[in-house]
């Protein structure tokens, strides 16, 4: 299994998801954003950071750099793409995930473990959890707050593409387990074709007990396969 | 432009100062020289108050790779790893101008430490406001928090550890101390010192701009109502330049191009080309047509005197320009030659081909002033604690007090702000006694913690000062790790008063005292004077940043307790000190008395003798014991675990609130099964180490027998109020 990490200006997770994909015996490169070709990847992951420093909005700068006219030409002949935190908002900058993300409903930053619900688990990138599973994952930003229109998120709704939801421990999805106020306490979405996945929490980060715990695991041996 | 004594005023120059500076140059200064003057031999760069003290602090050790002197300390931690690491205040700008002041002043001795080589895989930080009740606190606090982490999230390093503080004493003058540490290899260490003529000197980074001008003597100066109107000279920061800036600078460290390299923190332009010709001894020519400017028709004044972020100076090997050029340009950051090293001594500056500027090097480094400065002993206090005399109070509710209270509530409401797991690297996350961080790729890590005991220090500084050193002692010993160097932030009123002067000449006493028994050098530091307002000075307030080490890391113990029916041992003896206790402070508004007596034979041996303890794996959970007393620990142990304990009242005549709360030095919480508590006990005899048994944990109840009982839900619910209503 081949892996593209990109890495852009401001780009700070991307050590963190090599560790994790070498870990998991991916064979991963690094692809700089002034790069005008990919090489040949089965998955190709954005990671999380402050590409551009943020700079206008999060993620607007890197929706138009160069590389990405090659991930959405991927994306299009159905290469697996993972965006995680600012990854997920690089994606819908770009158009490939719709809806968009704000700021947290506190208006701050969050660094917390929060738990997040598997609600659908027969795609490439969650076989491996089981359906309604409770992750304890943790989160880091400060434009998390999913938002999108009512047409979209009847489509989510119909074609199962809500990946994960924030919940308690108990599985339970409320306001109060709604860490950054996202609509319906989304936490992570796919495209229509399922082959995208943008996702606010960090699965890499979770793949270590002596760090954390190791709930982020499966999500990457389920694209191992 | 005619140097009027108003201008030498204003640039924070006496006129003795100035004559001096007459005196070194053989002639009148110009009017850029006479601002260089001002930037160099300012309080915050020149240390002319306090460099007499700090040359007595222990700085050196079998662990000392470098000590002060340098951008930041390094200490070795086996193999061929080696920690960079220091502290350094931003306590004026952060003041005036809360979320730059305190963002420039996480991306200041950031750039201190990879200016070393290191990466950075760490940030602590230090910060005291005034009373919650003050108008200006709320604002200030979200200013510095949301600066804080404004910075360290977006560079990505993770901010790991802090304490933060309420006091009146800090209404008009909050400080804001931030540290960093980073990993470095061993033999790839870069230094600040120039060698070799005619050599390269590269100016990297973003772009000066006119922020930030003179920022070094505000920092020098004391607030008056007019502060605010200092807004201009605080700097802006940018981490998303410095995130480029750090990767470009590791990327060309990885090869032997630089000769040295210094941040432009400080006096910018000027302390760092000053500080590589000092102390390679040589000279260095600038062409400042050359520096890359942000704003239009800049003077060779605005540009020397620049605080702009995220720059550097580089001297370079010969033939590496281009090399370097292309990493540079690679990461979209200006990279400029701008001048020479030669042999003349002096620092020269050319505008538009004339030399507009020329001081001989050492006039503005080895030759600024230095000061013995006037200071007096602390007349040591009267007040002796009656508790007769006071109101009487039940333990619970002296608890609930001090619980509730904004110094003792929970702080995850700042603490979640900050990115604490970007790294993947952090074992141990901030709110037990110490964070720890594993080495990259290891299985060794470091355990890092910040200190401060203010009220300690303003009652008797000799006592204070050692207090906070073995505090931040403990603190790592309480995670399991050997300590072995600290960095210090020394904050305090005016130098001119001869009070303050001897606050800091004796709580310099105190931490040279500890810091030489527990082996356990000052590395680097910073000195923050003139923290006040109006005449009115602050507490002070030194803060310590101690680094130990974790051979072998495990999954930590952590502060919670882990099961029911463990035992509960109190190591080290507790005598009741209730002087300038947080129970006579949140109780009774009383702020008075000594501070507990500092045995530094029983902390070494108490410290040790926890070491060994977890080398045996016979421990559940450790915790210091430090303000608040053996209750308040116990109640930390119970809060964050749901677990509640059953302890009884002391079998000797004792007075309760005394034994709870009292705050005597060098004592830890220790949680044993029951199965090892012999093991544990027999340890404890044999190397003559004073201890009790006091009790158990058990299910849900925090207990004290005969006195009270309370549910650890309620306690949690108690201790977690005060920042949701704030």
Redesign the interface.
């Known amino acids: 299994m081949k892996s593209s990490v990109i890495v852009f ?2 780009s ?2 991307d ?2 998801i090599a ?1 994790a994909l070498e870990k998991m015996q991916f064979k991963n490169q690094m692809v700089w954003h ?1 790069e005008t070709e990919l090489p040949k990847s089965d998955l190709i992951i954005i990671p ?3 590409s ?4 206008l909005r999060s993620g607007a700068i890197a929706g138009k750099s160069s590389i990405i006219n090659e991930v959405i030409k991927a994306a299009n002949s159905g290469c697996l793409i993972l965006g995680i935190c600012n990854g997920f908002q690089i994606l819908t900058e770009t158009g490939l995930l719709k809806g968009t993300l704000l700021r947290n409903k506190n208006l ?5 473990d929060v738990n997040i619900k598997v609600l659908n688990n027969e795609t490439k990138f969650t076989s491996k959890y089981k359906k309604n599973q409770i992750l304890r994952i ?1 989160i ?1 930003h ?1 434009e998390g707050n999913y938002f999108t229109n009512a047409k979209h998120l009847d489509e989510m709704r119909e074609k199962n593409l809500i990946a994960f939801k924030y919940c308690d421990e108990k599985g339970n999805i409320n306001t109060q387990s709604n860490p950054n106020g996202a609509l319906n306490n989304i936490a992570g979405i796919y495209n229509s074709k399922k082959n995208i996945l943008g996702m606010m929490p ?1 699965p ?2 979770m793949i ?5 715990n190791d709930d982020g695991i499966n999500l990457f041996s389920s694209l191992l396969k | 432009m005619k140097i009027t004594n108003k201008i030498i005023e204003n640039h924070g120059l006496k006129l003795n100062e100035y004559e001096n500076i007459k005196k070194l140059l053989k002639r009148e200064p110009n009017f850029l020289e006479l601002g260089i003057f001002s930037a160099m031999w300012n309080e915050h760069c020149s240390y002319k108050s306090s460099r007499l003290h700090l040359k007595n602090l222990p700085t050196k050790g079998r662990q000392v790779i470098q000590g002060p002197g340098e951008n930041a300390g390094v200490i070795d931690i086996g193999d061929d790893d080696a920690i960079v690491f220091k502290i350094e205040s931003h306590n004026h700008p952060s003041f005036i101008e809360p979320y730059q002041g305190a963002a420039t002043g996480v991306g200041g001795i950031l750039r201190d430490v990879f200016t070393m080589g290191a990466r950075p895989i760490a940030l602590l930080n230090s910060i005291h406001f005034g009373s919650p009740k003050h108008p200006k606190t709320k604002s200030l606090l979200n200013g510095v928090v949301s600066g804080i982490g404004g910075y360290g999230n977006c560079i990505g390093i993770p901010t790991v550890a802090g304490e933060t503080k309420f006091d009146e004493t800090y209404n008009e003058n909050i400080l804001v101390n931030a540290m960093a540490v980073g990993h470095a290899k061993k033999n790839k260490i870069f230094y600040s010192k120039a060698k070799g003529l005619d050599k390269t000197v590269v100016y990297v980074g973003s772009k000066t701009g006119r922020d930030g001008i003179h920022g070094a003597s505000m920092a020098s100066a004391e607030f008056d109502e007019k502060s605010e109107e200092k807004k201009p000279t605080v700097q802006v920061g940018d981490p998303f330049t410095e995130k480029l800036l750090l990767e470009a600078c590791l990327e060309l460290m990885k090869d032997d191009s630089i000769i040295a390299i210094q941040d432009m923190g400080a006096a910018g332009l000027t302390s760092s080309s000053v500080e590589m010709a000092s102390k390679g001894s040589l000279g260095i020519e600038l062409e400042l047509d050359k520096i890359p400017c942000r704003e239009e028709n800049m003077t060779p004044y605005e540009m020397m005197l620049s605080e702009s972020q995220e720059r550097m100076l580089i001297i370079l090997e010969d033939g590496k320009e281009e090399y370097a050029k292309k990493i540079f340009q690679k990461w979209d950051l200006d990279f400029v030659i701008i001048g020479k090293t030669n042999n003349d001594k002096n620092l020269t500056l050319k505008f538009n081909k004339e030399v507009v500027g020329k001081i001989p090097i050492d006039a503005l480094a080895s030759k600024a002033p230095v000061y013995n400065r006037e200071w007096v002993k602390k007349k040591p206090t009267q007040y002796k604690v009656d508790l007769k005399k006071l109101k009487k109070i039940k333990v619970e509710d002296a608890l609930v007090k001090i619980l509730s209270s904004p110094n003792h509530s929970n702080k995850s409401w700042i603490t979640n702000q900050y990115d604490q797991m970007v790294m993947c690297d952090t074992i141990q996350r901030s709110g037990s006694d110490a964070a720890i961080i594993r080495i990259h790729n290891k299985d060794k890590a470091i355990a890092v913690s910040v200190d401060s005991s203010a009220n300690y220090c303003k009652s008797h500084p000799i006592t204070g000062g050692k207090q906070i050193v073995c505090e931040n002692w403990r603190n790592l010993i309480a995670v399991g790790a050997k300590p072995l160097a600290i960095t210090n932030c020394l904050n305090f009123g005016n130098p001119e008063n001869k009070e303050v002067m001897g606050e800091f000449a004796e709580c310099l006493i105190g931490i040279k005292e500890a810091c030489e028994y527990l082996n356990y050098p000052v590395v680097s530091g910073n000195v923050s004077f003139y923290n006040g307002t109006n005449n009115k000075n602050i507490y002070p307030t030194p803060v310590i940043g101690g680094v130990g080490l974790i051979k072998n890391v495990s999954k930590p113990l952590g502060h919670n307790f882990k099961k029911i029916k463990s035992n509960i041992i109190l190591v080290g003896k507790t005598f009741g000190h209730l002087g300038q206790s947080c129970f006579l402070r949140e109780n009774y508004s009383i702020n008075e008395g000594r501070p507990p007596e500092v045995n530094l034979a029983n902390e070494k041996n108490n410290g040790e003798i926890i070491l060994k303890l977890f080398e045996k794996n016979l421990l559940n959970s450790v915790h210091d014991i430090s303000n608040g007393g053996l209750i308040l620990a116990l109640c930390e142990m119970s809060i964050g675990s749901g677990i509640g304990i059953n302890i009884s009242k002391p079998k000797k005549l004792r007075n309760i609130l005394e034994y709870l709360f009292g705050e005597d030095q060098g004592r830890y919480i220790l949680e044993v099964d029951s199965e090892k508590v012999k093991n544990v006990e027999k340890m404890l005899i044999t190397n003559n180490i004073y201890y009790e048994n006091i009790g158990l944990t058990q299910n849900k109840y925090f207990e004290i027998e005969g006195e009270f009982k309370i549910n650890t839900n309620d306690l949690f619910k108690i201790n977690n109020q005060w920042y949701n209503d704030f």
């Open positions: 200006p401001g700070n997770c050590r963190d560790v002034k999380g950071g402050f551009y420093g943020d700079y701050r930053f969050i660094n917390k943790n880091a400060n960090h890499e980060r270590d007990k002596l760090v954390s």
